[in-house]
């Protein structure tokens, strides 16, 4: 049995499941609407008849996990996020490579798995996994979200237990052996990230306008920040100094505050880096290690967590408290506090005796 729809293709029924037939680009396609009801086929084939006459190159049934990683790239292009380079790479040198030409109504549970495992016998931390399945989720939500939706549901990718949190903290005396270290050209920046543990990328984007040593604040716009807010850094401690001597060799033209000494912006890679960690007895230290010291320094110093906060660009109290882990010079604190409360007692409880006899 065979019903048109006017000028595009018809439905028909094989056994007790209703197919649709139409007209691709001059080739004639065949899809099962995998159901009994012959309305869920029409409505099927009214969904194909409007992708081809938009042109849409994507369509249930024949687009891949690859073409919906498009999606995402050109997600992240369209609202200019910092990481799109970052996805674009992860994207084709992994998702690509294992999963790019499944078709995407073939991605299962166990597929995942698979890839999964693949990922890990290649020496990737689980937390590098989840940055991946987080795009090929991020995919399918695009694309169940596309007018026609290009696909039919979302699959559920579960995340995986996470166990690579840095614990180390950069202690006072390593600050200073560090700082003789470094090269002149990372002294002021290794210095500013130290005390109010803002992202290397934000502390780059910097000009020298954005300074206000008489009033003693960095303003960061919200263009430069992570988190799209614009915040508000004090200069204390070491950093004023510092700020004044990266302005004073600075070339006039340059508008970078934290410049190469050539009249250019400091590269992300900041090269002499890791030679100066060596040098100081300090292998596998990370720039982004400074964000942790800086939020435990300033806890300790009393500084309230909102506005430690407000400082770092932590939006998240989870996030606040993972940085600032308990070392054993807390727990040695903590241990002295408890055994001075233990003696007070001991010595009221020496007393009420004494005064009952």
Same mark, same amino acid.
């Given at each position: 049995?065979?019903?048109?729809?006017?000028?595009?293709?018809?439905?028909?029924?094989?056994?007790?499941?209703?197919?649709?037939?139409? /007209?691709?680009?001059?080739?004639?396609?065949?899809?099962?609407?995998?159901?009994?009801?012959?309305?869920?086929?029409?409505?099927?084939?009214?969904?194909?008849?409007?992708?081809?006459?938009?042109? %849409? @190159?994507?369509?249930?049934?024949?687009?891949?996990?690859?073409?919906? %990683?498009?999606?995402?790239?050109?997600?992240?292009?369209?609202?200019?996020?910092?990481?799109?380079? &970052?996805?674009?790479?992860?994207?084709?040198? &992994?998702?690509?490579?294992?999963?790019?030409?499944?078709?995407?109504?073939?991605?299962?549970?166990?597929?995942?798995?698979?890839?999964?495992?693949?990922?890990?016998?290649?020496?990737?931390?689980?937390?590098?996994?989840?940055?991946?399945?987080?795009?090929?989720?991020?995919?399918?939500?695009?694309?169940?979200?596309?007018?026609?939706?290009?696909?039919?549901?979302?699959?559920?990718?579960?995340?995986?237990?996470?166990?690579?949190?840095?614990?180390?903290?950069?202690?006072?005396?390593?600050? @200073?052996?560090?700082?003789? %270290?470094?090269?002149?050209?990372?002294?002021?920046?290794?210095? %500013?990230?130290?005390?109010?543990?803002?992202?290397?990328?934000?502390?780059?984007?910097?000009?020298?306008?954005?300074?206000?040593?008489?009033?003693?604040?960095?303003?960061?716009?919200?263009?430069?920040?992570?988190?799209?807010?614009? +915040?508000?850094?004090?200069?204390?401690?070491?950093?004023?100094? /510092?700020? +004044?001597?990266?302005?004073?060799?600075?070339?006039?033209?340059?508008? /970078?505050?934290?410049?190469?000494?050539?009249?250019?912006?400091?590269?992300? &890679?900041?090269?002499?880096?890791?030679?100066?960690?060596?040098?100081?007895?300090?292998?596998?230290?990370?720039?982004?290690?400074?964000?942790?010291?800086?939020?435990?320094?300033?806890?300790?110093?009393?500084?309230?967590?909102?506005?430690?906060?407000?400082?770092?660009?932590?939006?998240?109290?989870?996030?606040?408290?993972?940085?600032?882990?308990?070392?054993?010079?807390?727990?040695?604190?903590?241990?002295?506090?408890?055994?001075?409360?233990?003696?007070?007692?001991?010595?009221?409880?020496?007393?009420?005796?004494? +005064?009952?006899?």
């Amino acid at each position: 049995m065979k019903k048109k729809i006017r000028g595009s293709g018809t439905v028909y029924r094989r056994g007790q499941v209703w197919w649709v037939k139409y /007209w691709d680009h001059g080739l004639q396609r065949f899809e099962s609407s995998k159901s009994a009801d012959a309305q869920v086929a029409r409505d099927l084939l009214k969904q194909k008849i409007a992708e081809v006459a938009a042109g %849409c @190159d994507l369509a249930p049934g024949r687009c891949t996990v690859a073409d919906l %990683c498009q999606l995402v790239i050109a997600d992240y292009r369209h609202r200019r996020l910092r990481d799109t380079q &970052h996805v674009a790479w992860r994207s084709e040198a &992994h998702i690509t490579r294992l999963l790019g030409r499944l078709r995407a109504d073939k991605l299962t549970s166990g597929v995942v798995r698979h890839y999964v495992e693949t990922r890990r016998q290649e020496g990737a931390q689980d937390a590098t996994i989840n940055r991946e399945l987080a795009i090929v989720h991020r995919a399918f939500e695009l694309a169940h979200d596309e007018d026609p939706p290009l696909v039919r549901r979302v699959p559920k990718i579960r995340k995986l237990e996470e166990y690579n949190a840095r614990q180390g903290f950069l202690e006072p005396e390593q600050y @200073d052996l560090l700082l003789k %270290c470094l090269p002149q050209r990372l002294k002021a920046l290794f210095v %500013c990230a130290y005390h109010v543990g803002v992202r290397k990328g934000e502390l780059r984007s910097l000009r020298v306008e954005q300074v206000d040593l008489a009033g003693k604040v960095i303003r960061i716009e919200a263009t430069q920040t992570k988190g799209k807010q614009a +915040r508000t850094l004090p200069i204390y401690g070491d950093m004023e100094w /510092w700020l +004044r001597a990266q302005m004073l060799t600075a070339k006039p033209d340059c508008p /970078w505050l934290f410049h190469n000494g050539r009249g250019r912006r400091l590269g992300a &890679h900041l090269e002499g880096w890791r030679d100066a960690c060596q040098q100081a007895g300090l292998p596998g230290l990370l720039f982004h290690d400074l964000r942790r010291s800086a939020v435990r320094n300033m806890t300790r110093a009393g500084v309230r967590d909102l506005e430690a906060m407000r400082i770092t660009g932590h939006k998240t109290r989870s996030v606040f408290d993972r940085y600032n882990i308990v070392d054993e010079h807390d727990l040695q604190a903590a241990g002295g506090k408890m055994d001075r409360f233990f003696h007070e007692r001991r010595r009221q409880r020496g007393a009420k005796l004494r +005064r009952v006899k």
